[in-house]
Every structure is written in C-alpha cells, then in structure tokens.
C-alpha cells in the first residue's frame, strides 16, 4: 500500500526544509552585518560622550554675569567659525571656557561664505601638477572634516551635486581624471561617486546650459549648508555644555600680569557691551585670538611692534532667482576670464553665484561694488543658453565677505600667503589661530586648544571629544520629522521642512510659539513675508538665543537679508515689532533698530549698489517714446511735467485698483531717484530704458502706467532685484 503526502503538506514541507537552509546560510551574514553596523559611525560622537539631558540654554544676562564673575581657563575673543569650535573644543575638554564676540555670532566671513563644505578640487588640482604634498594634505584634511560635518549636523547639511561642463573633447579625459582623483583622496568618507554625463543627460539635468559645443559633463558631489545656522549652532552647543559666550562684546585692552619668571603673560581682557556701554573684565589663564580679518587688531592690542600678517580679500557673491538654476544640482566654472573660478548653486530656493577675489581693506561694513556684480553676471552668461536672459534686475541681493588670508610668522618667507592655518604664540602667550577654511574649523580648534594647553599649562580632565559631537538639534532629528510638525501643529508643508531644517530636534520649541493664523490652513505660523517659509515664531526663539539686534535676525537668524533685500526691508516692521515685545524695547530704540537696519540692507546687502538703471542710454524708436508719454501723461494731472503720489493714488481709484498707502509710496520710490517725491519725464523715461535692457525688471510704476491697456494687474512687490 503506498503511502501518500497531501500536496499542501508536501509544499509547506519543502518551504520550511527551504526557509531553514536560507536562515541557516542567512542568519550568521545577518547577524555579522547588524554587528558591523554597529561598528559604524554613527551621527553620535565617537566616545558616545553624549549629555543624557540637554540642560537649557542660559540667558544673555547670565552668561554676562558668569563673564564678570568667573575665572576661566581660556578665553576666545571672536565668535565666527573659529572662535566658537575652539569654545566647543575646549568646554568639551573639561576646560572652564569664556567667549566674546565684538558683533553677533557669524556676523563677518563665516555668513558669507559660497555655502560649500568642500575639500577643495582646485587645491587638488595644484597638489598634483606641482607634487605639492602640503595642497594634498590639507585637500585631504577638509574631506575628512567635511564627512565629519555632515554627520554631526545632519539637518544643516546635505551632499549637492555639482556639474563641470566640458566644452572641448581633451578636456573630457583631464576633468575626469581629476575628479576621479578628488573621490579617491576622499576614501571611505566619499559622498556618493562622481560620474560623466553625456551632452544630451547634462541638458537634462541642467537644461538653462550652453548647448553650443558641449561635449558632456562630469558630476562630483561636495557638501553644502545654512552657514551662518550652522556656526550659531557651534556656539550654542558650547554654551549649553557650560561655555560662558556672549555676543556684542568688544574686547578693548589685553591684561597682562608677571609671571614667576618675570615675563609679562595675559590674564585676562576688558570688554565693553555694545548695547549699555558697561565694561566687563575677564580673567583668563589663556586668550585665543580667532577674530579673522581683525587678527593684527588683537596681535598689536598684545604688541604694538608686531608686523602684520593678515591679508584680506574680498569675496563678492550675488543671489539671483530660482529659475537660473536647477533645484537639485550646482555648476562650477573652472576657469573664468581672470583665471578663477566661479560657482553657480542652488541655496536656500534661490540661486547664489561667485566669488570674486581682490584685494581690499578691513572694515567693519564690507560693501559689494557694481564692478564686482557686473563681472559674476558676465562669467555666469558664458554657460547659460541664449534663451536665459541675464539681467541685472535680477539680482536680489549682493554681499561681500573679507576672506582672512594670512602670512605666516614663522616661516622664513613671511611675504607668502599661507595656504593652511596658521598658530601663532607670542611671547605673552596670546594664541593666534588665523587662516583655514570653514570646512576644517574642527580641526583648526583641536590643534589650537592642543597648542593653548601646552602653552598656557592648562589641565583638561578629557582629550579632544569634537570628531562626532552632536551639535544644536542634531540629536533628535530625522529626514522625517517635518511631517510630525505638519501633522501636530498645523503648519503648512513648506514652514515645516524650513523649521526642521534649520532647527532640528528644537524646531518643536518653536513650533509652540507659532501664533494662529485665523485661517482654515494653516492652523498656526504667520509668515514674515509671503515669499519666504520664516515665520513670526522664530523671531520670538532667536532672542532667546541671544539675537538682540533686528539685523541678527534679518542677516543671520533667518537668512532674508541674503535671500532678498527687498523682502527683507518689508519684513523689517514687522520683526521690529516682535523684538519689542520680546526686549522690552520703546519706540524710540524701535525707530533706532529699523534705521540701522535698513543702512545695512544698503551698505552691505547691497540695496544702494548704483543699479545700471541709472547709466542706461535712452534709445528708443518715435513710436516708442510716443507710447511712453502717453502713459506718463495719463498718469500726470494737470500736466504739470511730473507725478506725486496723489497723482498715481487718483490713476488707481479711477481704474477700480485697490492700493494701500504704504504701496503708493512704494511705488514711487522705486523710481525717484533724485528723492524729491516727485517723478519727472526724464526719470520715467530712464526707467523705461532701463526695463528694456534688462538693468531693472518688473517695476510696479511701470505697470501701473500700462494699466489701461492691461486693465488689471498685480501690485504687490515686484520680482526685481537691486
């Protein structure tokens, strides 16, 4: 009698006898992989030297205190990039650590940066046609530095790929073996691979290029980031592990004591709070000197004999709109006309070019010139298709970073810049860290507080413990975790993943300041401009940490100030306003802060550049200067050969347009030249130019004067740039 197997048995036989041997072949290859991705580094820090709980950030008034009060191990004077990881670096030693800022955190070169966290391909690039080993060391230092710095504050930075287009066929084989070699310095900590494009797959990806003559493109991955976020949240972190640090603090005299050798050393530093006048003495066993471009400053404060060794440069960036680039991808000009390169990103929705490189002087306000501006748009217009009009009217806002290059004292050659930074100790012991690059401040802050502790003879209970420190709302966050704040609070998609983006795990504590908004949707978030996802809640979170200036919140709490000029001189009010309720400010300081802040707009964000407008030829045919003055004298009651703002009121009233008072004088302004209230024929004709050539674009007085012949037409801001 044969014995039979139901069939369902025998195939649920066979599974299991299969899945058995898979487990058998598969656990083992499992369990090895989970023990290796434990191994891996994790954005949490290598000695897992992690604070339980995250203790509350002081206030201004107490860190204050703590300053006039405390004795401190080291004190850094500068609170840029520098200054704050070497707080960080020292405070995470075990070391009682002290910081001032003469202005705000990221107030100088470390907010005006291109935005990269790079190793830089040109230095590559001279590392191997020279056999430069000290170009390859530090290229391959910032790529470390650079991995680091994406894993420690994963929601300020990100990988952006970036475009080389290639436009003669020898070029091809040289970029990508240079690129190529960029990815192998890189090692382990390499973003993603660097890849070759076809001509037809980069006019895909990048479809604003120059057709004519592309013969392909390499694609290479760098870092990118908030810059002026990312180093307030350096200092942040080193505040809420115990560092006294205090921004708007002018340090005005070194204290120097004798030693038991005799010798003159430091012990400490006067210092004037900007904002009362109150002088602050600090005491210090060691001063480090991380001001930038202000490091011969501080040198001769310690030595007024000592030779300078800073030399600064101006770096001219210009933000353009969106749609000059693509959301996802960046380019780079590796040769300009003058030599240099140029890179042309997509930031913050926008679009941001440069840089430039000249020489110049310090100074406190850093002005972009129109010679600068009008060179970025010429090199940027020889990779663009003809289809994309470069105007200058496009430019939104434009800024100038002094970049603190350095000769070093130590070498016998000090005439020769340095191309790392440099550590200087005088004989007093002040400690000079100048030089470097954003993307290396971790390590430039361990050699220095190395340097200090040797110096100065400091005890620090711990060794370095910055490589994988968690920095300011790191800990907590995930890619997702905007999703929670639209789905807890109301807020709309884009505020959230701006929110969690630039605060991380803190971006809940700002959320719950978020007032209602009144409206169905969103729930709660009132913008500060329409245009952009910053809302009024932030501006009440950035005075607890520490902003107490309208432009800290303009130039660097939000990045409007970069963004647009434009928009942020309309937000301006409004923040104002917030400020003093949150300060305590009267209406007397209420007008101080808008008028600094507006100088600064036109001083350094460059609102009061000189537009082309102005030197633009008149060239019109007859028939177009007939159109014009028919508008100009549809506009101009009672002929009187110019127009005020009660004559452009009465045109909207007579055509049924709605325009509120603030937007009437708007609108005039933005073609009064001569700030006479007034618009005469000849301006308006200058202006009409000007729109023609691209020097200006989309004026509302312009618009305003067509409207008959358009019949209805937007009057909010215009889209223009400066």
Not at 197 to 209: D, I, N, T, V, Y
Not at 323 to 341: F, H, K, N, V, W
Not at 458 to 464: E, G, H, I, S
Not at 684 to 695: E, R
Request: hydrophobic residues 40%; proline residues 5%; positive net charge.
């Amino acid at each position: 009698m044969r014995f039979r197997i139901p069939k369902r048995l025998l195939y649920a036989g066979l599974c299991f006898s299969g899945g058995t041997v898979v487990a058998a072949y598969v656990s083992p290859k499992f369990q090895e992989y989970s023990r290796k991705q434990m191994l891996l580094p994790r954005v949490y820090a290598e000695t897992q030297n992690i604070v339980p709980r995250i203790p509350p950030l002081p206030t201004r008034e107490q860190q204050l205190k703590s300053l006039e009060t405390g004795e401190f191990d080291i004190l850094i004077i500068g609170g840029g990039v520098t200054g704050a990881g070497v707080a960080l670096d020292a405070v995470s030693r075990g070391l009682r650590t002290a910081m001032v800022e003469k202005f705000d955190f990221s107030s100088g070169t470390s907010s005006r940066s291109t935005k990269l966290i790079h190793g830089g391909v040109r230095y590559l690039e001279k590392a191997v046609f020279n056999l430069d080993l000290e170009q390859y060391r530090m290229v391959k230092e910032a790529l470390a530095e650079r991995a680091n710095l994406l894993k420690i504050a994963p929601h300020l930075s990100y990988p952006l790929p970036i475009m080389l287009p290639v436009y003669k066929w020898w070029q091809l084989p040289k970029f990508w073996a240079g690129i190529k070699a960029y990815d192998l310095v890189a090692g382990r900590e390499v973003l993603k691979p660097s890849y070759y494009l076809s001509k037809r797959k980069a006019l895909e990806l990048f479809p604003m290029l120059k057709k004519d003559k592309l013969v392909g493109a390499i694609v290479y991955y760098d870092g990118q980031h908030n810059d002026a976020r990312m180093n307030i949240s350096i200092a942040l972190t080193a505040a809420r592990r115990g560092a006294s640090v205090a921004n708007h603090i002018e340090v005005t005299e070194l204290i120097k004591t004798t030693g038991t050798d005799g010798k003159e050393v430091l012990s400490g530093a006067k210092c004037v709070d900007q904002l009362t006048g109150n002088v602050i003495t600090v005491k210090a066993k060691c001063i480090v000197n991380a001001t930038g471009p202000y490091t011969d400053l501080i040198r001769t404060m310690d030595n007024p004999e000592v030779t300078n060794i800073c030399q600064p440069s101006s770096g001219v960036h210009i933000v353009l709109p969106d749609y000059y680039s693509p959301e996802q991808m960046g380019l780079l000009d590796p040769a300009t006309s003058d030599g240099r390169i140029i890179f042309f990103l997509p930031w913050q929705k926008a679009t941001l070019a440069g840089t430039t490189d000249n020489k110049c002087d310090i100074s406190d306000h850093p002005t972009p010139t129109e010679k600068e501006v009008e060179f970025i748009l010429k090199e940027i217009k020889n990779y663009l298709s003809p289809d994309v009009e470069v105007r200058r009217g496009d430019v939104l806002s434009a800024w100038s970073g002094i970049r603190p290059l350095v000769s070093d004292p130590n070498a016998k050659d000090t005439q020769s810049v340095a191309r790392n930074h440099i550590i200087e100790v005088s004989n007093s012991k002040l400690i000079t860290i100048a030089g470097g690059k954003w993307t290396t401040y971790r390590h430039m802050a361990e050699e220095t507080v190395d340097r200090a502790i040797e110096v100065c003879g400091l005890n620090a209970p711990n060794d370095c413990q910055t490589k994988g420190l968690l920095l300011e709302g790191a800990e907590g966050w995930s890619p997702t975790m905007f999703i929670r704040l639209v789905q807890d609070f109301g807020l709309e998609n884009e505020v959230a993943q701006h929110l969690s983006n630039t605060y991380g795990d803190k971006a809940f504590k700002v959320a719950k300041l978020a007032c209602l908004t009144g409206k169905r949707w969103p729930v709660v978030g009132k913008r500060l401009h329409e245009e952009f996802p910053y809302i009024e809640a932030e501006i009440k979170y950035a005075c607890r940490e520490y902003a107490i200036t309208s432009v800290d919140i303009l130039a660097r709490r939000t990045r409007l100030a970069f963004l647009n000029v434009h928009a942020a001189e309309e937000a301006l009010p409004r923040i104002v306003e917030i400020m003093a309720q949150e300060l305590g400010w009267n209406k007397g300081k209420q007008k101080e802060e808008i008028e600094q802040a507006k100088t600064f707009l036109k001083q350094e964000m460059g609102r009061d550049l000189k537009s082309a407008s102005t030197n633009v030829p008149i060239n019109f045919t007859k028939d177009e200067i007939d159109t014009y003055m028919k508008r100009f004298r549809a506009m101009d009651s009672g002929n009187k050969g110019y127009i005020t703002v009660n004559d452009i009121r009465m045109h909207f009233k007579k055509l049924g347009e709605f325009v509120t008072e603030q937007q009437l004088h708007d609108i005039l302004s933005e073609v009064d030249l001569t700030k006479n209230a007034q618009v005469s024929v000849g301006e308006y004709l200058q202006l009409m130019s000007a729109l023609k050539t691209g020097a200006v674009c989309n004026n509302r007085f312009a618009m305003a004067a067509q409207l008959e012949e358009q019949k209805r037409i937007p009057v909010n801001r215009s889209g223009g740039g400066l």
